[in-house]
Protein backbone atom coordinates (compact mmCIF):
# COMPACT_ATOMS: atom_id res chain seq x y z
CA UNK A 1 0.00 0.00 0.00
CA UNK A 2 2.37 2.48 -1.16
CA UNK A 3 -0.41 5.82 -1.68
CA UNK A 4 -2.70 7.58 0.65
CA UNK A 5 -5.05 10.49 0.44
CA UNK A 6 -5.48 12.36 3.59
CA UNK A 7 -8.52 14.51 3.88
CA UNK A 8 -10.89 16.70 5.85
CA UNK A 9 -14.20 15.20 6.37
CA UNK A 10 -15.47 18.30 8.17
CA UNK A 11 -15.56 22.04 7.49
CA UNK A 12 -11.85 22.05 7.46
CA UNK A 13 -9.47 23.32 10.62
CA UNK A 14 -9.47 18.82 11.55
CA UNK A 15 -5.93 18.88 12.13
CA UNK A 16 -4.70 17.32 8.65
CA UNK A 17 -1.21 19.00 8.77
CA UNK A 18 -0.67 17.67 12.30
CA UNK A 19 -1.62 13.77 10.95
CA UNK A 20 0.06 13.91 7.62
CA UNK A 21 3.59 15.52 9.64
CA UNK A 22 2.89 12.72 12.05
CA UNK A 23 2.14 9.78 9.01
CA UNK A 24 5.06 10.39 6.97
CA UNK A 25 8.20 9.51 8.92
CA UNK A 26 8.60 7.25 6.19
CA UNK A 27 6.83 9.18 3.17
CA UNK A 28 9.03 9.72 -0.33
CA UNK A 29 6.91 11.96 -1.50
CA UNK A 30 4.04 14.13 -0.11
CA UNK A 31 1.70 16.05 -2.34
CA UNK A 32 -0.60 19.17 -1.18
CA UNK A 33 -3.64 19.08 -4.13
CA UNK A 34 -5.86 21.74 -3.87
CA UNK A 35 -6.21 24.92 -2.28
CA UNK A 36 -4.35 28.33 -1.76
CA UNK A 37 -2.46 30.14 1.59
CA UNK A 38 -5.99 30.69 3.00
CA UNK A 39 -5.79 27.25 4.40
CA UNK A 40 -3.15 26.50 7.07
CA UNK A 41 -1.94 23.59 8.89
CA UNK A 42 -0.34 24.53 11.86
CA UNK A 43 2.38 21.47 13.19
CA UNK A 44 3.84 21.28 16.68
CA UNK A 45 7.12 19.94 16.91
CA UNK A 46 8.81 18.98 20.61
CA UNK A 47 6.42 22.37 21.44
CA UNK A 48 7.76 23.85 18.49
CA UNK A 49 5.06 25.50 16.37
CA UNK A 50 5.09 25.55 12.52
CA UNK A 51 2.03 27.31 10.56
CA UNK A 52 2.34 25.97 6.87
CA UNK A 53 -0.36 27.50 3.87
CA UNK A 54 1.57 26.67 0.99
CA UNK A 55 4.36 23.90 1.71
CA UNK A 56 3.25 20.23 1.94
CA UNK A 57 3.14 19.31 5.69
CA UNK A 58 5.85 16.27 4.56
CA UNK A 59 8.39 19.50 4.64
CA UNK A 60 8.97 18.99 8.34
CA UNK A 61 10.73 15.35 7.41
CA UNK A 62 14.19 15.80 6.07
CA UNK A 63 13.94 12.81 3.31
CA UNK A 64 10.79 13.55 2.05
CA UNK A 65 10.18 14.83 -1.38
CA UNK A 66 7.58 17.61 -1.49
CA UNK A 67 5.12 18.58 -4.16
CA UNK A 68 2.53 21.41 -5.04
CA UNK A 69 0.11 19.96 -7.48
CA UNK A 70 -1.93 21.65 -10.14
CA UNK A 71 -5.06 21.92 -8.45
CA UNK A 72 -3.36 24.46 -5.76
CA UNK A 73 -3.47 28.12 -6.95
CA UNK A 74 -0.06 30.24 -5.77
CA UNK A 75 0.13 33.06 -4.48
CA UNK A 76 4.20 33.87 -5.66
CA UNK A 77 5.07 36.65 -3.03
CA UNK A 78 2.94 34.42 -0.24
CA UNK A 79 5.31 31.01 -1.94
CA UNK A 80 8.72 33.03 -1.53
CA UNK A 81 7.45 33.92 2.14
CA UNK A 82 6.94 30.93 3.43
CA UNK A 83 10.19 29.57 2.10
CA UNK A 84 12.48 32.01 3.72
CA UNK A 85 10.60 31.30 7.41
CA UNK A 86 11.17 28.08 6.83
CA UNK A 87 14.66 28.07 5.96
CA UNK A 88 15.13 30.91 9.21
CA UNK A 89 13.88 27.66 10.93
CA UNK A 90 16.54 26.02 9.67
CA UNK A 91 14.74 23.60 7.26
CA UNK A 92 15.75 22.96 3.69
CA UNK A 93 13.29 24.34 1.26
CA UNK A 94 15.65 23.93 -1.97
CA UNK A 95 14.31 22.83 -5.08
CA UNK A 96 15.60 19.35 -4.45
CA UNK A 97 13.26 19.19 -1.05
CA UNK A 98 9.72 21.08 -3.09
CA UNK A 99 8.80 21.49 -6.60
CA UNK A 100 5.54 23.70 -7.93
CA UNK A 101 3.54 22.02 -11.10
CA UNK A 102 4.04 24.20 -13.87
CA UNK A 103 0.42 24.09 -14.32
CA UNK A 104 -0.61 25.73 -11.07
CA UNK A 105 -2.49 28.47 -11.34
CA UNK A 106 -0.78 32.09 -9.67
CA UNK A 107 -2.83 34.14 -7.59
CA UNK A 108 -2.12 37.87 -8.71
CA UNK A 109 -2.57 41.40 -6.94
CA UNK A 110 -5.98 42.15 -8.83
CA UNK A 111 -7.42 38.29 -7.79
CA UNK A 112 -7.02 39.79 -3.99
CA UNK A 113 -8.72 43.35 -5.02
CA UNK A 114 -11.74 41.82 -6.77
CA UNK A 115 -11.92 39.26 -3.47
CA UNK A 116 -12.13 42.14 -1.27
CA UNK A 117 -14.25 44.08 -3.05
CA UNK A 118 -16.91 41.05 -3.74
CA UNK A 119 -17.25 40.42 -0.41
CA UNK A 120 -17.72 43.83 0.53
CA UNK A 121 -20.68 44.53 -2.10
CA UNK A 122 -21.92 41.47 -0.87
CA UNK A 123 -22.40 43.20 2.82
CA UNK A 124 -24.72 40.81 4.76
CA UNK A 125 -24.52 38.02 2.56
CA UNK A 126 -20.99 37.76 1.94
CA UNK A 127 -19.41 33.76 1.81
CA UNK A 128 -16.61 34.91 4.07
CA UNK A 129 -13.39 34.23 2.25
CA UNK A 130 -10.17 34.90 3.18
CA UNK A 131 -9.77 38.07 0.72
CA UNK A 132 -6.79 36.25 -0.34
CA UNK A 133 -7.96 36.21 -4.23
CA UNK A 134 -8.26 32.34 -4.02
CA UNK A 135 -11.59 32.52 -5.99
CA UNK A 136 -10.85 35.02 -8.62
CA UNK A 137 -8.01 32.89 -9.36
CA UNK A 138 -9.85 29.66 -9.74
CA UNK A 139 -12.12 31.39 -11.88
CA UNK A 140 -9.62 32.59 -14.08
CA UNK A 141 -8.62 28.73 -14.43
CA UNK A 142 -11.91 28.15 -15.76
CA UNK A 143 -12.04 30.94 -18.04
CA UNK A 144 -9.34 29.77 -19.69
CA UNK A 145 -7.13 33.14 -19.04
CA UNK A 146 -5.15 31.94 -16.21
CA UNK A 147 -1.39 33.14 -15.48
CA UNK A 148 0.07 29.31 -14.90
CA UNK A 149 3.66 28.74 -13.36
CA UNK A 150 5.35 27.74 -15.78
CA UNK A 151 3.96 31.35 -17.91
CA UNK A 152 7.19 32.71 -16.12
CA UNK A 153 9.87 31.00 -18.22
CA UNK A 154 7.81 32.81 -21.43
CA UNK A 155 7.98 36.44 -21.29
CA UNK A 156 6.28 37.22 -24.34
CA UNK A 157 3.33 35.31 -23.45
CA UNK A 158 3.46 36.47 -20.11
CA UNK A 159 3.33 40.23 -21.18
CA UNK A 160 0.11 39.68 -23.02
CA UNK A 161 -1.95 37.48 -20.34
CA UNK A 162 -0.92 40.15 -17.91
CA UNK A 163 -1.89 43.50 -19.98
CA UNK A 164 -5.16 41.44 -21.00
CA UNK A 165 -6.05 40.23 -17.99
CA UNK A 166 -5.23 43.64 -16.34
CA UNK A 167 -7.72 45.52 -18.71
CA UNK A 168 -10.52 43.31 -17.94
CA UNK A 169 -9.88 43.18 -13.99
CA UNK A 170 -10.16 47.24 -13.89
CA UNK A 171 -13.24 47.46 -15.23
CA UNK A 172 -14.85 44.63 -13.28
CA UNK A 173 -13.54 46.46 -10.22
CA UNK A 174 -14.38 50.32 -11.86
CA UNK A 175 -18.41 48.91 -13.37
CA UNK A 176 -19.17 46.01 -11.58
CA UNK A 177 -17.48 46.86 -7.73
CA UNK A 178 -17.75 50.61 -8.25
CA UNK A 179 -14.14 50.66 -6.92
CA UNK A 180 -11.36 53.01 -7.02
CA UNK A 181 -8.90 50.34 -6.90
CA UNK A 182 -7.16 50.17 -10.67
CA UNK A 183 -3.79 48.22 -11.78
CA UNK A 184 -1.19 49.25 -13.69
CA UNK A 185 -0.29 46.35 -16.10
CA UNK A 186 3.12 46.94 -16.41
CA UNK A 187 3.81 47.53 -12.51
CA UNK A 188 2.64 43.51 -12.30
CA UNK A 189 4.25 42.82 -14.69
CA UNK A 190 7.64 43.88 -13.41
CA UNK A 191 6.65 42.43 -9.82
CA UNK A 192 6.40 39.06 -12.04
CA UNK A 193 9.78 39.29 -13.68
CA UNK A 194 11.12 40.68 -10.48
CA UNK A 195 10.27 36.92 -8.52
CA UNK A 196 10.03 35.05 -12.01
CA UNK A 197 14.05 33.58 -11.12
CA UNK A 198 12.99 32.22 -7.73
CA UNK A 199 10.16 30.00 -8.54
CA UNK A 200 11.24 28.94 -11.83
CA UNK A 201 13.82 26.52 -10.37
CA UNK A 202 10.98 25.16 -8.34
CA UNK A 203 8.74 24.04 -11.69
CA UNK A 204 8.67 20.42 -11.93
CA UNK A 205 6.64 17.89 -13.79
CA UNK A 206 4.36 17.12 -11.07
CA UNK A 207 2.52 13.67 -12.60
CA UNK A 208 5.74 12.68 -13.97
CA UNK A 209 7.31 12.82 -10.51
CA UNK A 210 4.61 10.77 -8.98
CA UNK A 211 4.05 8.19 -11.27
CA UNK A 212 7.78 7.31 -11.03
CA UNK A 213 7.37 7.26 -7.39
CA UNK A 214 4.60 4.61 -7.51
CA UNK A 215 5.91 2.58 -10.03
CA UNK A 216 9.10 2.45 -8.06
CA UNK A 217 6.84 1.22 -4.39
CA UNK A 218 7.69 4.56 -3.12
CA UNK A 219 5.07 5.69 -0.51
CA UNK A 220 3.78 8.63 -1.25
CA UNK A 221 0.70 10.83 0.48
CA UNK A 222 -1.32 12.99 -0.70
CA UNK A 223 -2.61 16.35 1.12
CA UNK A 224 -5.67 17.95 1.11
CA UNK A 225 -6.86 21.79 2.37
CA UNK A 226 -9.72 22.65 3.97
CA UNK A 227 -12.72 19.56 4.50
CA UNK A 228 -15.54 18.05 2.29
CA UNK A 229 -17.82 20.37 3.51
CA UNK A 230 -16.77 23.08 1.70
CA UNK A 231 -15.76 21.17 -1.61
CA UNK A 232 -17.04 23.47 -4.58
CA UNK A 233 -19.52 20.83 -5.62
CA UNK A 234 -20.69 18.94 -2.89
CA UNK A 235 -20.35 21.38 0.24
CA UNK A 236 -22.41 23.83 1.96
CA UNK A 237 -23.04 25.94 -1.37
CA UNK A 238 -22.32 29.00 -1.82
CA UNK A 239 -20.53 28.92 1.47
CA UNK A 240 -17.79 26.46 0.48
CA UNK A 241 -13.96 27.06 -0.61
CA UNK A 242 -13.45 27.58 -4.55
CA UNK A 243 -11.58 23.96 -5.18
CA UNK A 244 -12.47 20.68 -4.90
CA UNK A 245 -11.08 19.75 -1.74
CA UNK A 246 -12.35 15.29 -1.99
CA UNK A 247 -9.92 12.71 -2.19
CA UNK A 248 -10.72 11.69 -5.74
CA UNK A 249 -9.29 15.25 -7.15
CA UNK A 250 -5.65 14.34 -5.60
CA UNK A 251 -5.65 12.54 -8.96
CA UNK A 252 -7.33 14.66 -11.07
CA UNK A 253 -4.43 17.95 -9.72
CA UNK A 254 -1.55 15.41 -9.16
CA UNK A 255 -1.97 13.52 -13.01
CA UNK A 256 -2.34 10.45 -12.00
CA UNK A 257 -5.43 7.73 -12.43
CA UNK A 258 -7.62 7.07 -9.60
CA UNK A 259 -7.01 3.14 -9.34
CA UNK A 260 -3.33 4.18 -8.16
CA UNK A 261 -4.99 5.24 -4.54
CA UNK A 262 -4.65 2.92 -1.87
CA UNK A 263 -6.17 4.39 1.11
CA UNK A 264 -8.54 7.22 2.13
CA UNK A 265 -7.82 8.23 6.07
CA UNK A 266 -10.31 10.59 6.90
CA UNK A 267 -9.35 13.63 9.15
CA UNK A 268 -12.22 13.68 12.29
CA UNK A 269 -12.26 16.45 14.73
CA UNK A 270 -13.79 15.02 18.31
CA UNK A 271 -16.26 17.72 17.67
CA UNK A 272 -16.93 19.85 15.05
CA UNK A 273 -15.89 23.90 13.83
CA UNK A 274 -16.35 25.96 10.71
CA UNK A 275 -15.44 29.51 9.69
CA UNK A 276 -17.18 32.19 8.00
CA UNK A 277 -21.18 31.91 6.99
CA UNK A 278 -22.98 28.58 6.01
CA UNK A 279 -25.00 26.11 7.57
CA UNK A 280 -24.15 24.67 10.53
CA UNK A 281 -26.41 22.03 12.39
CA UNK A 282 -24.56 20.84 15.41
CA UNK A 283 -23.31 24.37 16.28
CA UNK A 284 -23.68 25.66 19.94
CA UNK A 285 -24.32 29.04 20.61
CA UNK A 286 -23.87 28.52 24.85
CA UNK A 287 -21.47 28.66 26.68
CA UNK A 288 -20.13 25.10 25.95
CA UNK A 289 -19.17 26.42 22.39
CA UNK A 290 -17.47 28.89 24.00
CA UNK A 291 -15.25 26.61 25.99
CA UNK A 292 -14.84 23.74 23.08
CA UNK A 293 -13.35 27.09 20.99
CA UNK A 294 -11.24 28.67 24.37
CA UNK A 295 -9.68 25.16 25.09
CA UNK A 296 -9.54 23.79 21.79
CA UNK A 297 -8.00 27.02 20.58
CA UNK A 298 -10.08 27.84 17.65
CA UNK A 299 -8.86 30.19 16.14
CA UNK A 300 -7.65 30.43 12.13
CA UNK A 301 -4.03 29.52 11.26
CA UNK A 302 -4.00 32.09 8.67
CA UNK A 303 -6.76 34.70 9.58
CA UNK A 304 -6.81 34.25 13.06
CA UNK A 305 -10.52 34.42 12.74
CA UNK A 306 -12.43 32.70 16.19
CA UNK A 307 -13.91 29.73 14.72
CA UNK A 308 -18.13 28.75 15.27
CA UNK A 309 -18.16 25.66 17.39
CA UNK A 310 -20.30 22.96 18.20
CA UNK A 311 -20.44 19.04 18.62
CA UNK A 312 -19.26 16.55 16.12
CA UNK A 313 -22.17 15.50 13.55
CA UNK A 314 -22.31 12.21 12.50
CA UNK A 315 -24.93 12.95 9.81
CA UNK A 316 -22.55 15.02 7.83
CA UNK A 317 -19.94 12.16 8.81
CA UNK A 318 -21.83 10.02 6.89
CA UNK A 319 -21.71 12.22 3.31
CA UNK A 320 -18.46 12.88 4.20
CA UNK A 321 -17.45 8.91 4.00
CA UNK A 322 -19.24 8.24 1.08
CA UNK A 323 -17.87 11.16 -1.04
CA UNK A 324 -14.64 10.34 -0.39
CA UNK A 325 -14.71 6.79 -0.03
CA UNK A 326 -12.93 6.64 3.27
CA UNK A 327 -11.67 3.91 4.70
CA UNK A 328 -10.13 4.84 8.08
CA UNK A 329 -11.14 7.62 10.33
CA UNK A 330 -8.44 9.64 12.39
CA UNK A 331 -9.71 11.82 15.51
CA UNK A 332 -8.01 14.89 16.43
CA UNK A 333 -8.54 16.71 19.59
CA UNK A 334 -10.16 14.19 21.81
CA UNK A 335 -8.14 15.85 24.68
CA UNK A 336 -10.51 19.27 24.20
CA UNK A 337 -13.17 17.30 25.26
CA UNK A 338 -11.72 16.38 28.77
CA UNK A 339 -13.79 18.66 31.50
CA UNK A 340 -17.33 18.04 29.74
CA UNK A 341 -20.04 16.31 31.62
CA UNK A 342 -22.14 15.05 28.64
CA UNK A 343 -20.38 14.77 25.43
CA UNK A 344 -23.32 15.42 22.48
CA UNK A 345 -23.31 13.34 18.82
CA UNK A 346 -25.75 14.63 16.04
CA UNK A 347 -27.02 11.54 14.98
CA UNK A 348 -30.47 12.51 13.03
CA UNK A 349 -31.92 15.46 11.81
CA UNK A 350 -35.94 16.58 11.01
CA UNK A 351 -37.07 19.13 9.08
CA UNK A 352 -40.76 20.85 9.12
CA UNK A 353 -42.00 17.63 11.33
CA UNK A 354 -40.08 14.85 9.08
CA UNK A 355 -36.92 12.93 9.07
CA UNK A 356 -34.39 14.08 7.01
CA UNK A 357 -32.18 10.48 5.59
CA UNK A 358 -29.00 12.20 4.54
CA UNK A 359 -27.07 15.60 4.92
CA UNK A 360 -29.38 17.39 2.50
CA UNK A 361 -27.89 19.76 -0.15
CA UNK A 362 -30.27 22.11 0.91
CA UNK A 363 -28.98 25.51 2.47
CA UNK A 364 -32.34 26.18 3.88
CA UNK A 365 -33.55 22.74 5.02
CA UNK A 366 -29.60 22.72 7.09
CA UNK A 367 -30.28 25.98 8.45
CA UNK A 368 -33.63 24.84 9.88
CA UNK A 369 -33.41 21.25 10.61
CA UNK A 370 -33.43 19.98 14.14
CA UNK A 371 -30.82 18.13 15.12
CA UNK A 372 -31.72 14.79 17.41
CA UNK A 373 -28.21 14.48 19.70
CA UNK A 374 -26.84 11.37 21.30
CA UNK A 375 -25.57 11.98 25.26
CA UNK A 376 -22.69 10.08 26.27
CA UNK A 377 -20.77 10.44 29.73
CA UNK A 378 -17.71 12.80 30.05
CA UNK A 379 -14.59 12.87 31.62
CA UNK A 380 -11.97 14.54 34.08
CA UNK A 381 -8.90 13.30 33.05
CA UNK A 382 -6.09 14.98 31.35
CA UNK A 383 -5.32 13.13 27.95
CA UNK A 384 -2.27 14.34 27.07
CA UNK A 385 0.45 12.04 28.44
CA UNK A 386 -1.95 9.35 26.70
CA UNK A 387 -0.31 7.08 24.49
CA UNK A 388 -2.02 3.99 23.80
CA UNK A 389 -6.42 3.52 23.74
CA UNK A 390 -6.49 1.27 26.71
CA UNK A 391 -4.93 3.84 28.63
CA UNK A 392 -7.79 6.33 27.76
CA UNK A 393 -10.89 6.78 30.25
CA UNK A 394 -13.44 4.52 29.72
CA UNK A 395 -15.72 7.22 28.93
CA UNK A 396 -13.22 8.62 26.48
CA UNK A 397 -12.91 5.01 24.72
CA UNK A 398 -17.07 4.79 24.45
CA UNK A 399 -16.96 7.67 22.68
CA UNK A 400 -14.61 6.56 20.02
CA UNK A 401 -16.69 3.07 19.83
CA UNK A 402 -19.73 4.48 18.99
CA UNK A 403 -18.33 6.99 16.60
CA UNK A 404 -17.11 3.91 14.69
CA UNK A 405 -20.44 1.94 15.59
CA UNK A 406 -22.57 4.73 14.09
CA UNK A 407 -20.39 6.11 10.93
CA UNK A 408 -19.43 2.05 9.89
CA UNK A 409 -15.59 3.24 9.30
CA UNK A 410 -12.75 1.84 11.79
CA UNK A 411 -11.32 4.10 13.72
CA UNK A 412 -7.34 4.09 12.84
CA UNK A 413 -6.04 6.53 15.26
CA UNK A 414 -6.32 9.78 17.67
CA UNK A 415 -4.62 12.87 19.15
CA UNK A 416 -4.40 14.39 22.55
CA UNK A 417 -2.59 17.56 21.93
CA UNK A 418 -0.67 19.51 19.45
CA UNK A 419 2.50 17.95 19.66
CA UNK A 420 3.77 15.57 17.16
CA UNK A 421 4.27 13.03 20.01
CA UNK A 422 0.78 13.43 21.19
CA UNK A 423 -0.57 11.07 18.56
CA UNK A 424 -1.81 7.48 18.64
CA UNK A 425 -1.98 5.02 15.82
CA UNK A 426 -4.62 2.46 16.95
CA UNK A 427 -4.24 0.05 13.76
CA UNK A 428 -1.76 -2.10 11.96
CA UNK A 429 -3.01 -1.36 8.42
CA UNK A 430 -2.00 2.20 8.36
CA UNK A 431 1.64 1.13 10.02
CA UNK A 432 3.27 1.24 6.66
CA UNK A 433 3.06 5.01 6.54
CA UNK A 434 5.13 5.32 9.65
CA UNK A 435 8.15 3.61 9.14
CA UNK A 436 11.10 3.36 11.53
CA UNK A 437 10.16 5.22 15.00
Not at 193 to 216: F, G
Not at 323 to 332: E, S
Request: net charge negative; proline share 5%; with cysteine.
Amino acid sequence: MPVATVVGVQWGDEGKGKVVDYLTSAADVVVRFQGGNNAGHTLVIDGKKTALRLIPSGIMRPNTRCLIASGVVLDPDAFLGELEELKQAGLDVSPSRLGVAGEVQLILPYHKALDKERETKLAENKIGTTGKGIGPAYEDAVSRCGVRACDLKHPYRLRDLIHANVEIKNKILKHVFDSEIQFDAECVLADLERIADRISPYLTNVSLEVEQAIKNKKVVVFEGAQGTLLDVAHGTYPYVTSSNTLAAFACASAGIGPRQIDLVLGICKAYCTRVGGGPFPSEDCTDQGDRLRAVGCEFGTVTGRPRRCGWLDLVALEKAIRLNGVDYLFITKLDVLSGFPKIKIAVSYSWQGSNVDAFPCSGEILSEAEVTYEELDGWSEDLGAVRDFKDLPTQAQAVLSRIEQISGRPIAGFSVGPDREQTVVMRDEIRWLLGPA
